[in-house]
């Protein structure tokens, strides 16, 4: 008798000998498991989790954007510093860097809104602060853009960028005529302070340039672009300065070749074609100034200064027939092929007038009298100061008048080239 399910079998069954040759099985398997176990487990990653992929360390985004603007490789530059953002979106030096180079690039806007973010990761950046405003100043934001750039000099009053970027500042409302007593006096007082502060820096040459222009001192100026030109070749602005500079010395072969280089840099710019237009028309080759006059246009079909300047080239080579429908589009607005609208240009003093009363002389040596009168009228109402558009509100007439007596108007020498 024994107890079932006890340990304690009173009657004990008779004890087996050991299967060698499964103990040697087991023992196989186990040394197997313990094998993967320690070298192929431990070097494979989790199932399902995504395996790290190498990434590029901001750094060498930086050093790829330097050398690429040490080459003179700008639009390669701001690519590469976009990248460098977004490996390291904390760093103020890259929205710095950048945002210098939108502006030198013409991209504005861009500019403003990298400097910001440089702001917004250190508000006390003087430098964030100054490429700001200079920013602001090139989109005619003068009073913020003065704001900025006073409140880099307040954290840094040795900040030579931010006295370049006020002195350009100054210059630019003076051009705009929303300068005030003393303007030009600051600009040039500013742009010598960032020379004295740093001689050896694009920004104060190109900065000491722009003063020169606008004081009338065109082979100082010269030089002061050519210095910033000689630190970087690349920015197609100073290319365009340096050509208006020697335009105004009459060295008019230099002057296409800098507009060229401009022209080449910043192809989407109808600045250089607008430029290298009026040059050939100085020199009487009216071909080729209606012909950059044209492209001009193309590069901005929306600007209703282009158009009059191309209604000037070919009124200028007495095509009058063909100078009608630019001026048209310059003074009365429209729309382009693709549907845009053109704002009509406001009659004022300067350049406009000229557009009006080249437009009404075309008119009436055409024969279309009826709108020539009303270009005189306004002509004379609107600029009565400006001698030369009076004069030629009246030729208008005298040319319809001429025109009623013997059927055929007679194209006679105005003033103003007209």
């Not at 790829?64 to 977004?86: F, H, P, R, S």
Request: net charge negative; hydrophobic share 40%.
């Amino acid at each position: 008798m024994y107890l079932r399910g006890s340990k304690w079998n009173l009657n004990r069954r008779r004890r087996q000998r050991p299967n060698l040759w499964r103990i040697l099985f087991l023992s196989a398997v186990i040394a197997g498991l313990l094998y993967f176990n320690q070298t192929v487990v431990s070097n494979t990653p989790p199932l399902f989790i995504a395996t790290p992929t190498p990434t590029r360390a901001p750094e060498s985004f930086v050093s790829e954007a330097e050398k690429y603007e040490a080459e003179g490789k700008l639009k390669q530059a701001i690519q590469a510093y976009q990248q460098a953002i977004q490996a390291e979106p904390k760093s103020v030096s890259n929205y710095i860097n950048l945002a210098r180079l939108q502006i030198w690039t013409g991209d504005y806007k861009n500019a403003v809104t990298n400097a910001e973010n440089a702001l917004l990761l250190n508000s006390e950046n003087s430098l964030a602060h100054a490429l700001r405003g200079w920013a602001l100043s090139q989109l005619g934001e003068y009073l913020e853009a003065e704001a900025a750039i006073k409140r880099a000099l307040e954290l840094d009053p040795n900040n030579a960028s931010a006295y370049a970027y006020y002195a350009e500042l100054l210059v630019l409302e003076a051009n705009a005529g929303q300068g005030g007593i003393g303007t030009i006096d600051n600009a040039i007082e500013a742009s010598k302070t960032a020379l004295a502060l740093a001689p050896n820096a694009l920004d104060t040459h190109r900065a000491r340039g722009v003063v020169l222009e606008i004081t009338g001192n065109p082979e100082e100026a010269i030089a002061e672009f050519r210095a910033a030109i000689a630190m970087n070749d690349a920015i197609a602005d100073l290319h365009l300065a340096l050509g208006r500079n020697y335009r105004t010395i009459e060295d008019y072969p230099k002057a296409v070749e800098e507009f060229n280089r401009a022209n080449s840099l910043n192809p989407p710019d109808p600045l250089p074609d607008l430029y290298i237009s009026r040059t050939y028309l100085t020199v009487g080759e009216y071909a080729k100034a209606i012909q950059y006059a044209e492209q001009a246009v193309k590069d901005d079909p929306s600007d209703p200064n282009l158009y009059g300047n191309l209604g000037t080239m070919y009124y200028r080579a007495k095509r009058y027939s063909e100078s009608l429908e630019p001026f048209r589009m310059a003074i009365r607005g429209g729309k382009t092929a693709a549907g845009e609208s053109i704002s009509p240009l406001p009659l004022d003093y300067g350049k406009v007038a000229e557009y009006y009363y080249m437009f009404g002389l075309a008119l009436a040596r055409t024969g279309a009298c009826g709108e020539a009168i009303q270009i005189s009228q306004a002509l004379a109402q609107s600029v009565p100061e400006d001698d030369i558009a009076v004069y030629n509100a009246q030729e208008m007439l005298n040319i319809c008048q001429e025109y009623i007596k013997n059927g055929t108007p007679t194209p006679e020498p105005t003033k103003g080239g007209g």
